[in-house]
């Protein structure tokens, strides 16, 4: 199993581009999460969807729209990138109800997508 | 949601335990204590799990006491490899309506 994985791994872009970061799963989670990491800074939920078909603003959800694809795929999109979005994206997800651990807790992580906005 | 409070960082020397304590003075009835470890340039990595007492992994210990508004992860005998970022997590298991938040955690560093 690959477990989350995220592309790309690396992205310059100028401001105002739009470009939209894609994450997979193949863990068969319901929930899936969008973080974003400045340096030495802790994450920050960006968007998060509980199942498929549902989704949900984080903490920092301003400038950015996210799309739940099916089970297995939750997409980042930046419209109009400014600076400030400059940053470590990480899409994580986690099982469902009836998981041992619960289903927020235990997040399995990408290895992230590290952004520049020019 | 509880809110939680660690040590910014941690030195250690290698092959010492090291104690990282989180408070989180109001947590709730249904609320889990989780830590993940984050190494540089990686995602975080969930370590340890528990609701009350003691829980032991073969990475970690975690002790939680009766009141439960703090607990201590314990990383017995650390290697230089243990350098990393700690978070400590609260929230409910189960109820899956509010996502867990990541602080900034406790940076610990290993020295030789």
């Not at chain 1, 920092?60 to 600076?83: C, D, I, Q, T, W």
Request: hydrophobic share 30%; net charge positive; glycine share 8%.
């Amino acid at each position: 199993n690959a477990g989350v994985t995220q592309t790309p791994k690396f992205q310059v872009l100028k401001t105002g581009q739009s470009m939209t970061l894609q994450c997979a799963q193949d863990m068969n989670h319901n929930s899936m999460y969008w973080y974003r990491q400045d340096p030495g800074m802790g994450l920050r939920l960006i968007y998060y969807s509980a199942s498929e078909g549902t989704t949900d603003k984080g903490e920092v959800p301003n400038g950015y729209n996210v799309s739940r694809l099916n089970k297995r795929e939750f997409s980042l999109r930046l419209e109009s990138a400014a600076p400030s979005q400059t940053s470590v994206y990480f899409c994580a997800s986690s099982g469902g109800q009836g998981t041992t651990r619960g289903w927020h807790n235990e997040q399995f992580f990408g290895p992230g997508t590290r952004l520049t906005v020019l | 949601l509880a809110k939680t409070t660690q040590p910014i960082s941690m030195d250690s020397y290698e092959g010492q335990e090291v104690n990282i304590t989180c408070s989180h003075n109001n947590i709730a009835t249904n609320d889990y204590i989780t830590w993940y470890q984050q190494f540089p340039s990686q995602g975080p990595r969930f370590i340890i799990q528990g609701y009350k007492t003691k829980v032991t992994n073969e990475v970690a210990s975690l002790f939680i006491p009766a009141d439960r508004k703090s607990s201590t992860l314990s990383l017995p005998r650390v290697s230089l490899s243990d350098t990393a970022v700690y978070y400590c997590l609260v929230g409910d298991a189960y109820s899956g309506n509010t996502p867990l938040v990541f602080g900034k955690g406790t940076r610990l560093s290993v020295i030789a």
